[in-house]
């Protein structure tokens, strides 16, 4: 059974980093874009960065210059480096990938930024 693990959310002062991890694991024959959305209270969820198994990256604007996305293909595994984290950024993070031609989603990890 495919599923996608998240870990690296905690609760972090206005300015400082963060960074997410996501591993994908089960039976992988394929495994394509993977990408990072958010979901604060009230609101929709928004994607945050993607990344294709190429490498090629796309971001929201919000977090142009802050965040980056990466991934190690050996490792079924991606990341986000968040950096000058903002109050704004408060949201569950949710990892989401292409495996096997079908979309998966993690179960979410809570980021908190302090003003």
């Known amino acids: 059974q495919v599923q996608l693990v998240e870990s690296g959310g905690g609760l972090v002062q206005a300015g400082g980093s963060l960074r997410l991890s996501c591993a994908a694991s089960?039976?992988?024959?394929?495994?394509?874009?993977m990408g990072w959305y958010r979901q604060a209270p009230g609101k929709q969820r928004e994607l945050v960065a993607g990344i294709t198994n190429s490498g090629s990256t796309n971001y929201a604007e919000s977090v142009l210059g802050r965040f980056t996305i990466s991934r190690d293909n050996a490792k079924n595994t991606v990341y986000l480096q968040m950096n000058s984290l903002k109050p704004e950024d408060t949201a569950v993070y949710y990892c989401n990938a292409d495996i096997n031609r079908r979309n998966f989603w993690g179960q979410g990890t809570q980021v908190t930024v302090s003003s």
């Open positions: 089960g039976w992988i024959f394929s495994l394509n874009a």
